[in-house]
Every structure is written in C-alpha cells, then in structure tokens.
C-alpha cells in the first residue's frame, strides 16, 4: 500500500513539474473526473478506517483531478485525459488545426497532433488559430507540417 501511495506522489510531482511548463492551456478534458466520480462511489459505500486507503484515495482523486488538464508546453506537448502523457515535439509528424465558431458566438480550435505518423491526440483550444500556430512555429521542427482546414 505504501509503494503504491509513494508512486502517486511521485506521479503528481511529475504532473506538476510538466502542467507548469504549460505556455497555451487546452480546454479541460472531464473524462477523469467521471472516472473518479464512478470510483469514488463505488468505494466510499463502505466505512474506511485506514488512514493509508484514505491518503491512497486522495492523491488518486487528486492525480485525476490534474490530469484533465494539458496543453502546449514550452519543452513538450502535456496531453490530457485519463491516460496523459508528455509528447517530445520532435515525435510530432503532423498538426491538423480546424478552427470552429460554436452556435453561441464562442471561437474553439481543434488541433489534432499526429505521432509518429500512426497515433493521433486531438486538443481543443480556446486561443485564436492565429496564437495558436505561431506559437506552434516556434516549438515544432521546420518538418511538422501544420495543416489549417476549414469547416465548409
């Protein structure tokens, strides 16, 4: 139990040091606050009276918590969602970007960053497409096409 508590310490540390490095925030993905929510309910239908199961919970809650948030990092790209990770640029093959204007007047820009020519990680953005690929420019390598489409 101690183990696996001192591995979700150490993976909020991580969580911290890579969401800090974050230049352009990504909209927040509530995928893990669902999961945690479901969990959550699941185990809280019987009494708890170890201290450790109770700090366990809390740093899963919390590391759920920071997980929906992500975006683009001055090093790496910070993917969000449950399964978030920290993407190298140099593993980019690929952006496609589709700016959309919601039915409320609200602007979003869908990126879908393309790894090594077989993953795909889309991230929505609230950023003007403008920001968004200059900013992008200057991370990526002169390879990574970045690929502006249009709603028709």
Do not use: C, H
């Not at 979700?8 to 925030?25: P, T």
């Not at 999961?35 to 809280?44: E, P, Q």
């Amino acid at each position: 139990m101690y183990l696996l508590i001192a591995g979700l310490f150490v993976s909020l540390g991580f969580g911290v040091y890579w969401q800090s490095q974050i230049v352009i925030r990504a909209r927040y993905k509530f995928t893990p606050i669902i999961f945690s929510v479901l969990i959550g309910s699941w185990v809280l239908t019987a009494p708890i009276n170890d201290w450790s199961f109770i700090i366990m919970l809390a740093a899963f809650f919390t590391l759920n918590i920071m997980d929906g948030v992500g975006g683009i990092g001055e090093k790496r790209l910070v993917t969000n969602g449950l399964f978030s990770r920290v993407i190298d640029y140099a593993n980019i093959t690929g952006i496609k970007m589709l700016p959309v204007t919601l039915p409320n007047g609200k602007n979003r820009v869908v990126a879908v960053f393309v790894i090594n020519g077989r993953q795909q990680i889309q991230m929505n953005f609230n950023q003007k497409l403008e920001i968004l690929v200059q900013t992008l420019k200057k991370l990526l390598p002169e390879s990574v096409e970045i690929d502006v489409e249009k709603l028709v």
